[in-house]
Structures are given as structure tokens and as C-alpha cells.
């Protein structure tokens, strides 16, 4: 079964829908290792209730960030990981991981990419005021957003629609497509 970390930074709702999916076999993987960039985040409590292991640190306790991603890098070797997923990891993947994990890192982006990269995607879209934005799962390199696309899914946008809502239907499509994603990558096969 292949091993992959969760990367992220915040509320983790991606990395509990994956971890549900391995739980439930539709994901068959295992998640050994969740890295987070913040102490205080709620998905580091999400990883302790589910017994994954994590590595939490700020890069700001490094000297450079090429250290960061060393240690990072220590800890992945140390789980045998395979696959990087990232899922809300508020940073740029630097040198130093993508050159370990070259085309074995994945990110999910609530838009239409090459649509509204970088932050508050959603807020971008509904200043916009476009009908149609959605969900987009890619390769990382070096750029914000960028990478070779996986798979996309649309999202409508109503009328009455506002910023809370539409984060609302976005990760409800999110939290399936993405451990959907996940298997077809692991499995080799179609993506979506
Ligand atoms: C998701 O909407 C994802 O698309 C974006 O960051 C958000 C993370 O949400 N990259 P969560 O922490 O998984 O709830």
C-alpha cells in the first residue's frame, strides 16, 4: 500500500476526508505523516485522534528554508513516504522537496486553474462575479498553483451566493474528488 503525508496548514477538513477514505478502503493508502507549518492548528488535532503521526514546525525556527525542507525531508524518509499531498499548506514547496519528490506531489486548489491562483481563490472568483469557478487538483512545481492539471470539477455559483456558501459547496466536491484523485494517481490509471 503506498504512503503518503498530508501537508497542511489549517482547519485539515481535506485531510480528515482522506484519512476517512483509507479508513473506508475507497483510498487504498496509508497516511503515515501529517506536517504542519502551525502549533495551533486544528488538523494537528485531527492527526492525534486519528494515531498519525505528525511533524510540526514553523520554518521561522530554521535557519534557511532549505533546512526546513531537510528536516521535513528527515521525517518523510523516516515514514517511507512516497507521495506529498498537499491539502491547504499555506507555503511554496521549495527546491529541496521537489527535487526528492519529483512528480509525486499533488495540491487541490478551490478554482477553475489557470483561473484565480493563489490566495482566497473563492473570494477572487466571486469579485469576479463569474457563474462557473470549481475545483482543480494538480502537480506542484516551483510556481504558485502551476503545476500539470489532474483533475477539475466545476462549481456553480448562485445568485445569492456568498463567500461562506460557496467555500461550502467547494469542499463538499473537494472532499470526494480529491481522495477520488488520490487512487487514480496511486492505481495508475484514469484521474477522474
Ligand atoms: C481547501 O479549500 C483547498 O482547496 C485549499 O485550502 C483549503 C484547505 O481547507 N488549498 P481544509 O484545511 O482542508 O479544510
Not at 533546512?67 to 491547504?88: D, F, M, R, S, T
Not at 491562483?117 to 473563492?122: N, P, R, S, V
Not at 455559483?157 to 466536491?173: F, G, P, R, Y
Request: hydrophobic share 40%.
Amino acid at each position: 500500500m503506498s504512503r503518503i503525508a498530508i501537508f497542511a496548514s489549517g482547519s485539515g477538513s481535506n485531510f480528515q476526508a482522506i484519512v476517512d477514505a483509507t479508513k473506508a478502503g475507497t483510498l487504498q493508502a496509508k497516511v503515515s505523516l501529517l506536517v504542519c507549518d502551525k502549533q495551533e492548528a486544528k488538523v494537528v488535532d485531527r492527526a492525534k485522534k486519528a494515531s498519525i503521526p505528525s511533524f510540526v514546525a514553523t520554518p521561522q525556527s530554521f535557519h534557511s528554508k532549505s533546512l526546513y525542507e531537510e528536516a521535513i525531508l528527515e521525517k518523510l524518509q523516516e515514514h517511507q513516504v512516497e507521495w506529498i499531498i498537499l491539502a491547504g499548506y499555506m507555503r511554496l514547496i521549495g527546491e529541496t522537496l521537489l527535487r526528492a519528490y519529483e512528480g509525486k506531489i499533488v495540491n487541490i486548489h478551490p478554482s477553475l486553474l489557470p483561473a484565480f491562483q493563489g490566495k482566497d481563490a473563492i473570494g477572487q472568483a466571486l469579485q469576479a462575479g463569474v457563474k462557473e469557478t470549481g475545483v482543480t487538483v494538480h502537480f506542484v512545481d516551483e510556481g504558485m498553483d502551476t503545476g500539470p492539471i489532474i483533475a477539475k470539477e466545476q462549481v456553480h455559483i448562485d445568485e445569492q451566493e456568498t463567500h461562506e456558501s460557496l467555500q461550502k459547496k467547494i469542499q463538499a466536491v473537494e472532499h470526494v474528488l480529491y481522495p477520488k484523485t488520490i487512487q487514480a494517481l496511486l492505481t495508475g490509471g484514469n484521474h477522474t
